[in-house]
């Protein structure tokens, strides 16, 4: 058992001796008891000179009587301790040899001096420990890595502190993705390296996997283009570059037209094929220092860098449409998919990525307003006669649709007899900041141009028919809602489908929803507009065709459409009082009659007119006269009022 009492040293117990000596002598000449101090001097002397020239010691005997240590004791200890620590230094070795990393050393001519075993399993069994020691350490460093290694370690030598991570590939036979992570530190004397020692760790498994995160944040799952962040980042160093090198970089955004119809016709998986082989195509046409990456949906941005301004970025476009849309053409002639384009030049346009965008932005939808297939520069529009102002608003319009500022106002129809309502129009309301309240007579036919109208459509048809089953049931049980559909939506794959899906999941009677076509929709050919309208009529729509009278002339084919009204143009309506006015009114009213239809009239402004127009036998009433079109709250709100004052005409 391991004695705990203190040592303690021969130095002390001397100078205690010494002192006990001197006490005994201060006693013998002050104190009359002189034998016991003469006794006391007398051990203390002996015990010291026995302690000097002996190595046996009374007092220590004594003080270990006590349960003092005695130096015996300590010296045990001692070696005990020593010859543990050189076990534990010894067994370390083989420890080392058991784990997987590898211990290096590494001279300073960069050869190694010592390697630990499990180098053999790290770079297959062939390789033994000895044969690596004197060699260079390149030799079991992967070739594309032993610049870097041989940087690093030259580093570490001059002017290290500290410990150096550094991850590079080991030269395993074969293998090219044999990663290591390896923490260098120096070893020196008298400032001088003397060695570089290292540990090797196998990291393979756990640097691919990282390495697969962070490619998968960086880049397109479907297509392996580089994503926003990183086409963000690649515009940075994009434009940094140009502005140390004085030369331009231009941004090119690319759109699909019609990419949507592939979608609903063919699927999303065709759709998807086709992303892949644009991304082929455009790779393909591109130079090696250019970048292309996906921007979402089917949009893509090319970045091309060193381009020498306006006419070479045009030339660059024009050829990339050419090729790629050549492409399309050839392999898919049905899907009729084109390629509309916008670019914008540093620092002509812009000076940072991000306005570049916005100015490559404004230019793709330029070039889409003008008719697909197309691309245009912003430098080129800002000097056409056009200017700014309708760019602006094109992309802006775009960018209220994409966030879904899109509004829905309610304009009631009455009973043309009793001027009760009895339903209410949905209409899409737009208010910007910049332009104010925006006409849909302005933003539909542009939505139809620019291909978001299904999106609009979309957005209109949700927020109606959610708002319509939050009305007062009682209320709007016995009304009914109209709602616009263009026929962009009409001839969408998906629209039925989307229709009922929205129908259901807000629990709305198909019974109570009009949906106004346009009388437009006979441009699509009997046959397509027969079928169509069919597939809405028996999946219980009522079916409106909008503004009669205006556009094609359909009377040819009213009686072969599924519809169940007619809304007669307001055009016509303003012109009640008029004889012409009132006969093409009349002709109207009596032709739908005679079909089993029943007519509306919409943009009633008077009383007068209303008057004429419940005369002629309509049935319906739409107009400023009544109500205009306010948010639904406000258009319940004189439903409410209406109704109520009916019931107090009615009691009285
Ligand atoms: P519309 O479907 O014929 O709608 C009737 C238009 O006449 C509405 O114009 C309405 O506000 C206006 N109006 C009603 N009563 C009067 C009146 O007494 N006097 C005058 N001057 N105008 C009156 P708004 O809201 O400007 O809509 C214009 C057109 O835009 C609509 O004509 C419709 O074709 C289209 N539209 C509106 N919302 C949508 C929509 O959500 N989808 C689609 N595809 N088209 C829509
Ligand atoms: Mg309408
Ligand atoms: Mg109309």
């Known amino acids: 058992m391991q004695n705990n009492f203190p040592y303690i040293e021969p130095t002390i117990r001397t100078i205690a001796g010494t002192l006990l000596t001197l006490s005994g002598l201060i006693i013998y000449f002050f104190s009359e008891h002189t034998g016991i101090a003469l006794a006391l001097l007398f051990f203390v002397s002996l015990n010291l000179a026995q302690s000097g020239f002996t190595r046996f010691c009374l007092m220590e005997k004594i003080l270990k009587k006590f349960g003092f240590r005695s130096e015996l004791e300590e010296i045990r200890d001692l070696n005990l301790a020593m010859a543990i620590s050189e076990a534990e230094a010894l067994s370390n070795i083989e420890t080392l040899n058991m784990l997987n990393e590898v211990v290096i050393g590494i001279t300073p001519q960069l050869n190694l ?5 499990p180098i053999e399993s790290l770079l297959g069994n062939a390789h033994l420990v000895d044969t690596f020691i004197g060699k260079p350490i390149a030799e079991i460093v992967f070739p594309a890595d032993r610049v ?76 392996g283009l580089p994503n926003r962040a990183l086409l963000e980042d690649r515009m940075l160093q994009a434009v940094l570059d140009a502005e140390r090198e004085g030369t331009k970089t231009a941004v090119i955004f690319v759109d699909l037209d019609n990419f949507k119809q592939v979608n609903d016709i063919y699927g999303h998986k065709a759709g998807d094929q086709l992303l892949v082989e644009v991304t082929k195509a455009l790779k393909a046409n591109l130079r090696q220092c250019d970048t292309v990456a996906r921007w979402g949906g089917d949009e893509f941005i090319i970045l091309l860098s060193r ?51 916005i100015q490559a932005d404004k230019a793709l939808f330029f070039a889409k307003s003008q008719g697909r297939n197309n691309a245009k520069l ?62 849909p007579t302005t933003f539909i036919p542009l939505a139809e141009t620019l291909g978001s109208i299904e999106k609009l459509g979309h957005q209109v048809l949700e927020q109606a028919l959610r708002q319509f089953a939050q009305c007062d049931t009682s209320m709007a049980s016995g009304m009914f809602i109209s709602i616009n559909i263009s026929n962009r939506q009409l001839v969408s794959n998906t629209f039925v489908a989307d229709l009922i899906e929205c129908v259901n999941r807000h629990a709305v009677n198909p019974k109570k929803i009009k949906l106004e076509i346009t009388e437009s929709v006979a441009v699509l050919g009997i046959d397509r507009a027969h079928e169509l309208l069919s597939r809405l009529a028996s999946a219980g729509f009522t079916l409106s065709l909008d503004d009669f009278g205006t556009g094609y002339s359909s009377l040819s084919y009213l009686h072969a459409l599924p519809v169940d ?26 032709l739908g009659h005679a079909l089993n239809m029943n007519v509306v009239a919409e943009g009633v402004e008077s009383k007068e007119c209303a008057d004429i127009l419940s005369g002629m036998g309509i049935d319906m009433l739409q107009g400023n006269y009544f109500r205009q079109a306010s948010p639904k709250d406000e258009c319940m709100s004189y439903i409410a009022a209406c109704s109520k004052n009916a019931e107090a005409a009615r009691a009285a």
């Open 378 to 439: 912003f430098g080129e529009i800002s000097k056409s006669e056009l200017g700014y102002k309708d760019v602006d608003f094109t992309s802006d319009f775009s960018a209220a649709i994409r966030n879904e500022l899109i509004q829905v106002y309610y304009q009631p129809i009455v009973d043309a007899h009793t001027h009760l309502p009895i339903g209410m129009e949905a209409l899409a309301r737009w208010h910007d900041e910049k332009y104010g309240w925006v006409s």
């Open 113 to 117: 001096s010592h390697v630990s075993k």
């Open 565 to 590: 009204e007619i809304k007669i143009d307001a055009s016509f309506v303003r012109r009640i009082q008029t004889d012409a006015g009132r006969v093409m009114v009349e002709a109207i009213t009596h």
């Open 307 to 357: 381009v020498n301004g306006l006419e070479d970025v045009r030339k660059m476009a024009g050829s990339l449409a050419n090729a790629v849309g050549a492409h399309l053409l050839k392999n898919h002639p049905d899907y009729h998919v084109t390629l509309s384009l916008g670019g914008s030049i540093y620092p002509d346009d812009a000076k940072t990525p991000e306005n570049l965008l």
């Open 148 to 223: 870097l290694v041989h940087d690093a370690l030259s580093k570490i030598l001059f002017d290290a502190t500290g410990t150096w991570t550094l991850r590079f590939r080991l030269a395993r036979g074969g293998i090219d993705e044999f990663w290591v992570e390896g923490k260098f530190f120096r070893r020196e004397e008298n400032g001088r390296a003397t060695e570089i020692r290292g540990i090797l760790r196998d990291i393979t498994e756990p640097y691919l996997q990282e390495q697969r995160i962070v490619h998968m944040a960086l880049h397109d799952a479907l297509t």
